[in-house]
C-alpha cells in the first residue's frame, strides 16, 4: 500500500484483532519524521506502508522484486522521497543495503506503549529489537 505521508490514516472495515496497535507504532514513527521534516506540502513523500506476500506465495523470491515495483510506482507518481517502517530484521536489512533506504527513526519495542501500557515489554527481543524508520531519496 503506497500513501501520501500527509494522507490521513488508512481505514480499514474489518482490522484485524491486534493490527491496532501495529498501526500506532507505525503511525507515531511517521509522525516523527513529519515533524523532523517539517513536511507540509503532500505529494514529496510517499509512505510504503504495507508489503504483504500472501501465504501460498512465501520463500518464493518474490518479495523483494515486488518491493523494488513499489519503488518504481512512487517514482512514477512523481515523489520525491519514500518512507517506510520495518518491523522485521530481514526486510530491515534488505532495504539498507539493497535498496538504499536510510535509517531516520527507530523505537525498541519494548518501550512502545499502547493506551499507557508497554505492551511488548515481556517478549524476548530475540535479533531485532526495534522498528525503524527510513527514508530513500527517489
Same mark, same amino acid.
Given at each position: 500500500?503506497?500513501?501520501? =505521508?500527509?494522507?490521513?490514516?488508512?481505514?480499514?472495515?474489518?482490522?484485524?484483532?491486534?493490527?491496532?496497535?501495529?498501526?500506532?507504532?507505525? !503511525? !507515531?514513527?511517521?509522525?516523527?519524521?513529519?515533524? =523532523?521534516?517539517?513536511?507540509?506540502?503532500?505529494?514529496?513523500?510517499?509512505?510504503?506502508?504495507?508489503? !504483504?506476500?500472501?501465504?501460498?506465495?512465501?520463500?518464493?523470491?518474490?518479495?523483494?522484486?515486488?518491493?523494488?515495483?513499489?519503488?518504481?510506482? =512512487?517514482?512514477?507518481? !512523481?515523489?520525491?522521497?519514500?518512507?517506510?517502517?520495518?518491523?522485521?530484521?530481514?526486510?530491515?536489512?534488505? =532495504?539498507?543495503?539493497?535498496?538504499?533506504?536510510?535509517?531516520?527513526?527507530?523505537?525498541?519495542?519494548?518501550?512502545?506503549?499502547?493506551?499507557?501500557?508497554?505492551?511488548?515489554?515481556?517478549?524476548?527481543?530475540?535479533?531485532?529489537?526495534?522498528?525503524?524508520?527510513?527514508?530513500?531519496?527517489?
Amino acid at each position: 500500500i503506497l500513501q501520501d =505521508a500527509l494522507e490521513d490514516e488508512l481505514v480499514f472495515d474489518k482490522l484485524h484483532k491486534g493490527l491496532d496497535v501495529i498501526f500506532s507504532l507505525l !503511525g !507515531g514513527l511517521q509522525q516523527q519524521y513529519i515533524e =523532523a521534516a517539517n513536511l507540509t506540502e503532500k505529494g514529496r513523500v510517499i509512505v510504503s506502508f504495507t508489503t !504483504g506476500i500472501h501465504k501460498d506465495y512465501e520463500g518464493k523470491n518474490i518479495s523483494l522484486p515486488l518491493f523494488s515495483s513499489v519503488i518504481e510506482q =512512487a517514482k512514477k507518481l !512523481g515523489f520525491k522521497k519514500m518512507i517506510t517502517e520495518l518491523t522485521g530484521i530481514y526486510s530491515q536489512n534488505a =532495504a539498507k543495503k539493497r535498496f538504499q533506504f536510510k535509517p531516520l527513526f527507530e523505537i525498541r519495542y519494548k518501550d512502545f506503549e499502547y493506551k499507557g501500557e508497554k505492551i511488548f515489554e515481556k517478549f524476548p527481543e530475540g535479533s531485532n529489537p526495534t522498528c525503524i524508520l527510513m527514508e530513500r531519496v527517489l
